[in-house]
């Protein structure tokens, strides 16, 4: 197996945010010294998060406090991506509907256009982030909008938001509603789509950065969307069960514990067969057997290895013995 770094492999890394460095207000474990090490080793990192509740330069403060080493210019949003896609299609001086907070309010005055929380000001467009004081009135006066035929762009489609507590409902949640009420599709600008991790990547210099996070449907899909390798760590939304049964546009290149990963060598996330662990697929099901001293992770970056090229969805695991049994154990997959 090659002694070379993960990251060693990139000229950038891209980190998720919710699920990938923090929990709500509080950095996962080992998380800061990781972060520490790559802007010590002067390593190309970008901070990307699909959450628009705050601007850049509040997101920088809000990690320093915690103890990560970041800068604002490092960070981007999927506001700072909306308020974009918003400058290239509409004139300057247009009015713009924000359903969100005041700091997406204030990109979209940065942009040279014009904030407005009324349909009554004629809005050329929605522009839709998380914020959790939105509510039904500030809903009613988008579906207003949108119904009218005007461009409605959400910043991300995230349906839940990771915190200290558990996951909390996330502005897709509130997509879906005007979904629903208007039977129109916004454009996206945060992962899955690409322009986010597109305009991350420039921000960084990067041409082959790696994009490090915790859900399928949005880092690891968004990756994927941009042509870039990524790495699913297991400390956010996304658990085991849930990466055995992912469809073939969401599985990632790596996967490990955490982001201490990126400083081990790159063969022990790499998502292939493991001398430690023997998987075989016996009608529909896996079966799996320690054959060494692996750990659990190991142990799913096998089953993966062998579930993915037969199929996706929902899989039953069996272990065949007891180390295989701890292991599924700790996954979460014993029944």
Known sequence: MSRARLLDGYDGVLLDLDGTMLRGASPVPGAVDVVRELRHESTAVG?????????????????????????????VTSADAAVAMLAERLDPGAPVLVVGTESLAGAVRAAGLVAVRKVTAEPAAVVQGHSPQTAWPNLAEACLAIRDGVLWVACNVDPTLPTERGEVPGNGAMVAALRTATGKEPE???????????????????????????????????????????????TGVTDAA??????????????????????????????????????????????????????????????????????????????????????????????
Request: one cysteine or more; aromatic letters at 4%; proline letters at 5%.
């Open 242 to 335: 849930a990466l055995l049964a992912a469809p073939r546009g969401m599985r990632p290149t790596f996967v490990a514990a955490d982001l201490a990963a990126l400083r081990r060598p790159a063969g022990g996330s790499k998502v292939t067969t493991r001398s430690q662990w023997q998987v075989r697929v016996n009608a529909g099901r896996l079966q799996l057997t320690g054959t060494g001293r692996g750990d659990p992770v190991e142990a799913l970056i096998a089953m993966c290895a062998a579930r993915w090229p037969a199929g996706q969805g929902p899989v039953e695991v069996e272990p065949t013995d007891d180390r295989a049994r701890w292991a599924l154990a700790a996954l979460g997959l014993m029944r």
């Open 47 to 75: 901070y990307v998060t699909n959450n628009a509740a705050r601007s850049a330069a509040e997101v920088a403060a809000h990690l320093v406090n915690m103890g990560f080493d970041v800068t604002a210019e490092r960070v």
């Open 188 to 234: 996206v600008a945060g992962k899955p789509a690409r322009r986010l991790l597109d305009e991350a990547a420039s921000r960084i210099g990067s041409t082959r950065p790696l994009v490090v996070g915790d859900r399928l449907d949005t880092d690891i899909a968004g990756a994927r969307a941009a042509g870039l390798d990524s790495l699913l760590v297991l």
